[in-house]
């Protein structure tokens, strides 16, 4: 960004508010199935607690926490974790992402249907979070950037 | 919920948002949006929509305000009209 410069007290702020923010947002996505919140808004809180640290501390220090190529990989990497889960459970014989055909052993089917409602949660928060940051990046690259 | 601080919270509402539209400083602007957004995501978990109001909590006071700080940075902050 232009007219940027350095504040320690802002960077300090930020990196002690960046952290539990994080956990919060850990904390929404674990117990999305039975509370309020999931992983959409687990996802935006992570991408709140990254995004905190890049606005105040620039591309340097945002550089040490993802870098701008690994939100892309990430984002994949989420929405694969959804489409796998229904479509082994399609393949195991249920509906899509009918959590209670999932090939886990030893488990009984309403803990099946939380293990998997967690599993399609985390898929949603990773890939949430790094669409989030991945528009932050390419706003601040500008126009140069095609 | 008491309707007193409902009114208080309306009345705020309503003085951000006419801020957030007259103000010349875009800057103060966006800071008035993020208020508003908080605002409201405060008056529904008051109507009893706690998920509605997380998300706004969440997308509209944290994730939007930042994307909009950007966009002030990378053009002019001052409005012309």
Redesign the interface.
Known sequence: ???QFQSPIVLLGARLLSPYIMVFGWYVIIHGHYS??GG??GG??L??SV??IR?AGGRRVARLQIQEFATTPLAVIGVVIYFATGLVAMAMGGYFLDYSALPIPGMEPEWLRYTGILIIEVGIGLAVMAI?VM??DN??R?EDYA | MIWELELIIYIFLALSAVVALEVKDLLVAVVMMTIFSFLMALLFVAMGAIDVGFTEAVIGAGVTGILFVVVVFQTSRKSND
């Open positions: 960004m232009r007219r309020p919140g959409f808004q935006a809180l991408a709140a995004l905190l606005v989030l528009i932050y706003m601040v500008g």
